[in-house]
């Protein structure tokens, strides 16, 4: 922009009126961002569940269709023999471990969640 366009929108901006903005001005703005913000946080909330949707049924397929490739049914699984309390301890333990990582998971998100500005 040259000098005389930085001349010629002074001029015009000082000779607009000056309206004075309404008191409700800042309640409203205010809503209208905190109203984005969640409309924001619902569709992020949607596509997350759209794609764990969508991974499960993958995931779903994918072990539908390796089961009819491989005929499982001629397939002959052998467990070795272990007792019912070892058996419970060992799944016990799984549940543990896992229930520990999804607890851990959990709360990096929440505090994702909370250092993100809105």
């Known amino acids: ?3 005389k366009e930085k001349d ?3 001029v015009l901006f000082q000779h607009l009126p000056q309206e004075e903005l309404p008191d409700s001005f ?6 209208k961002v905190l109203m984005e913000a969640v409309r ?3 569709r992020n ?3 997350a569940l759209a794609s764990i949707i969508v991974a499960s049924c993958l995931m779903i397929g994918l072990a539908i269709f390796a089961f009819l490739r491989l005929e499982v049914d001629k397939v002959n699984f052998s467990f070795p023999e272990v007792s019912f309390s070892s058996f419970y301890l060992y799944i ?10 999804d607890h851990w998971i959990r709360q990096l998100y ?3 969640q909370q250092d993100e500005p809105i």
Do not use: A, P, S
């Open 110 to 112: 929440k505090k994702k």
């Open 26 to 31: 800042r309640q409203v703005m205010m809503r």
């Open 8 to 10: 010629f929108l002074n």
């Open 92 to 101: 016990g333990g799984l549940v543990f471990i896992l229930l520990g990582i």
């Open 1 to 3: 922009m040259n000098k």
């Open 40 to 42: 924001i946080k619902k």
């Open 45 to 47: 909330e949607r596509w």
